[in-house]
């Protein structure tokens, strides 16, 4: 695009590409709803009102809007590549997305980044990325690489590189970690998303002391109050694994809702075929009783603004674009979507197929062979710490209880709903594993097993008994990583994830047909959760409170530090 044509298509003197009539603007900068047209050239809104242009879309009286941002994504927890994710999202109103890949990192190391840099080109979305932070994301476990703030460094310029991930290594930052310190020196001026559950008082002032300067990990609203009032952009998720919006929506009014914004953090293949993206959320604010123009104001230009996209968020002369139109705010269902003023998808179909990225990381499994006797624990007491599951959050309890000896051994015990859990090291054949109990997952027999378990994605299973468990194991590593189902020796269900353990090369329809037979086939075997693999995803990441589980050993959350599996 030329500059000066831009500027005479604005001022009427040549034609617009495209002209959208009939249409009723909700212009989140002025706050207005208003009936118009509106011209676009080469990519840009041009300007309002009559317009020559070559082309003439009739909008038939819906509203027009800014297309939705999504704020903080691991693209890798949908488990699809960046285009059959994108061909999820478009057609529900996403145009623009900043996505934090410190999944496929903590795998591949900097060659994720790549990957996901080159298989998210020429796209019908923009797809930014947030420099992971936290690889590993703590000293208390093994991922498959290390990230420094040296080489941290040598990508903070990438034009598509918007700042520094998720700082999870909050109590290296209040402690003044020289190496923490480092990395957020290296911001080079970019935003620094922040990672702070439950993390308040002078801790939480310490914390974004050092440049922090959002979370999307509240759950309460005092604690989302808290972050406001000391300057955080408050990220209010709603998806797969957290539904915080109820909760925190509370705490918005129209002074202070420039800065909370929509993520979905972890959305699942269910959730984007069954209630769709950053649209869902909209529609749950706006049932709630939100403010039509301020849920839209928390689902594109907020976000664009804390990110520093300028030219995104808005309709308005010289802003990208990227529209959506819709039919009313009692459903809020997306009917068109035009990218850089192309129109894109219509009634929840892509328009367009964009190229596949064909090339395919290498192998990512190199765990240690696993002895028949690998998951036996020794007893050393009667009483032990163990994972208790709260529904519908990440967050669990550390639990003291009796469990079960059998020949000197602790055993899980299936009728009180405790059971044994693992978390084997993949990427370096260290051989080894983290072994303790959960409360909560229900499974009455044999063993569900993962390769996705945030964040370093180790091997983490659940089971019954040590035999199926170990057939869990083996059968993910023949099968270059992915989700399975194992019971009385047979392998009942299962999802391959090639692409580093974490994603498939299947399209979205088929890996939510397999992943819906994973759930309910553990469900089956007894398995509460409503999604059973989400939970079991999250038992090793040892940034959640209280108590959690990674390849070196169980883990006090709210200490920072390794505890005991017996209980003193």
């Known amino acids: 695009m030329v500059l000066e044509d831009l500027i005479r298509v604005a001022h009427g003197d040549k034609p617009a590409d495209l002209l959208i009539t009939n249409i009723k603007l909700v212009n989140l900068l002025s706050a207005e709803i208003y009936p118009t047209s509106v011209a676009v050239y080469a990519g840009k809104i041009a300007g309002f009102g009559e317009y020559e242009a070559r082309e003439v879309i009739d909008g038939q009286g819906n509203y027009l809007a800014a297309g939705l941002i999504e704020g903080h994504v691991h693209i890798e927890s949908s488990m699809l590549t960046p285009r059959e994710f994108a061909m999820a999202v478009v057609p529900h109103g996403t145009t623009t997305v900043i996505a934090d890949p410190h999944e496929i990192i903590n795998v591949m190391g900097m060659a994720g980044l790549q990957y996901m840099l080159a298989a998210s080109e020429n796209l019908p979305i923009d797809i930014y990325y947030m420099l992971s932070s936290c690889v590993p994301a703590t000293h208390l476990e093994n991922a498959g690489a290390v990230i420094t703030a040296e080489e941290m460094q040598k990508w903070i310029g990438h034009p598509r590189i918007l700042g520094i991930g998720e700082m999870m290594n909050f109590p290296g930052v209040i402690g003044c970690d020289p190496q923490v310190l480092r990395k957020i020196e290296n911001s080079a001026g970019k935003v620094i998303d922040g990672h702070a559950p439950l993390v308040l008082g002078k801790d939480l002032s310490a ?111 010289g802003y990208d674009a990227d529209l959506i139109l819709f039919d009313d705010f009692e459903n809020f269902k997306v009917r068109q979507v035009f990218k850089a003023g192309r129109k894109v998808a219509e009634d929840g179909q892509m328009l ?188 090793s990441l040892p940034v959640i409170p209280e108590l959690k589980l990674t390849d070196r050993g169980l883990v006090d959350v709210i200490k920072f530090d390794f505890i005991e599996l017996f209980a003193v």
């Open 352 to 539: 367009i197929t964009p190229a596949g990225f064909t090339e395919t990381p290498k192998n990512s499994m190199h765990p240690a062979p696993l002895a028949d006797d690998a998951f036996c624990v020794p007893a050393r007491g009667r009483e032990i710490w163990a994972i208790e599951i709260i529904p519908h959050q990440i967050i669990t309890r550390k639990l003291r209880i009796a469990t079960e000896i059998v020949d000197g051994l602790a055993v899980g015990a299936p009728d009180r709903d405790l059971l044994k859990i693992a978390v084997v090291e993949r990427h370096h054949a260290t051989g080894n594993i983290g072994l303790g109990f959960v409360k909560g997952m229900g499974l009455q027999h044999g063993a569900i097993a993962s390769t996705v378990a945030h964040d370093s994605h180790n091997i983490v299973v659940v089971g019954t008994n040590d035999a199926d468990m170990l057939i869990a194991c083996q059968a993910l590593v023949k099968m270059c990583g992915g989700k399975i189902v194992v019971a009385n020796g047979q392998i009942l269900a299962a999802l391959p994830l090639p692409i580093a353990g974490l994603l498939s090369d299947q399209p979205l329809a088929q890996v939510r047909a397999a992943a819906d037979r994973l759930n309910q086939t553990a469900r089956e075997l007894g398995c509460i959760p409503e999604n059973p693999f989400m939970t079991l995803s999250f038992l």
């Open 207 to 317: 914390y974004i002391a050092a440049g922090i300067s959002s979370d999307h990990e509240s759950t309460e609203f005092d604690e989302a109050l808290e972050k406001l009032r000391k300057g955080l952009f408050v990220m209010i998720r709603e998806c797969s694994a957290a539904r915080n919006l109820e909760a925190l929506l509370p705490i918005v009014n129209q002074l202070n809702a420039v800065n909370c914004g929509f993520v979905t953090d972890d959305p699942h293949p269910d959730f984007l075929m069954d209630s769709g993206h950053i649209d869902s959320i909209v529609r749950l604010a706006l049932s709630k009783g939100c403010d039509p123009i301020m849920a839209l104001q928390m689902a594109s230009i907020n976000t664009a603004r804390h990110f520093g996209l300028r030219q995104n968020g808005a309709v308005a002369p």
